[in-house]
């Protein structure tokens, strides 16, 4: 038996979900005393900017290539 997904229609873009996310974590991390939490939260804080830095360059229009002669 195979298990139905779960679908939602997403109402904010991927970059918008991600910057939440960043800001809420960067909110809770301040909170907290260094530590092994802190240091996973600002990871994480990390790699979803890194992930929306990707996403609007691969989303970006392509600009034609240069021939080269």
């Known amino acids: 038996m195979t298990a139905k997904r779960n679908r ?3 109402t904010q873009s991927l ?3 991600l910057a939440a996310f960043a800001e809420s974590a960067r909110e809770r991390a301040r909170s907290l005393p260094p530590g092994r939490e802190r240091e996973m939260l600002l990871r ?5 900017e890194v ?3 990707l996403t609007e360059w691969l989303s970006a229009p392509v ?4 021939e080269q002669s």
Not at 44 to 48: C, D, I
Not at 63 to 66: G, L, N, Q, T
């Open 44 to 48: 994480r804080v990390k790699q979803n």
């Open 51 to 53: 992930t929306s830095n």
């Open 15 to 17: 970059q918008e979900r």
């Open 63 to 66: 600009s034609p290539r240069r």
């Open 8 to 10: 939602r229609k997403q």
